[in-house]
């Protein structure tokens, strides 16, 4: 993990691990600061949901009230 931790932090540049930067302003942040981070980072934008479940548990009638329904088959997901 710690490989790959160094090879992700490489790609985005960084040198250092920004966890220790994360550990240490965590404490000192507000519901504002988190309601800031939001609005500037996700709000209005489209997201792309994965759900894998089976038809009998989870009603497809349920998952299409959240919007388009692309159903894929097992060869499309896994190539085999």
């Known amino acids: 993990n710690i490989l790959f931790s160094y090879l992700n932090a490489k790609k985005m540049g960084r040198d250092y691990d920004i966890r220790k930067q994360v550990y240490e302003q ?43 329904v692309k159903r894929l088959s097992l060869e499309e997901i896994f190539g085999y």
Request: no cysteine; aromatic share 10%; proline share 7%.
């Open 26 to 68: 965590v404490p000192g942040m507000t519901m504002n600061d988190l309601v800031r981070f939001h609005e500037e980072n996700f709000k209005n934008k489209k997201f792309n949901y994965t759900i894998i479940a089976d038809d009998e548990v989870l009603p497809i009638e349920e998952i299409e009230k959240l919007g388009p």
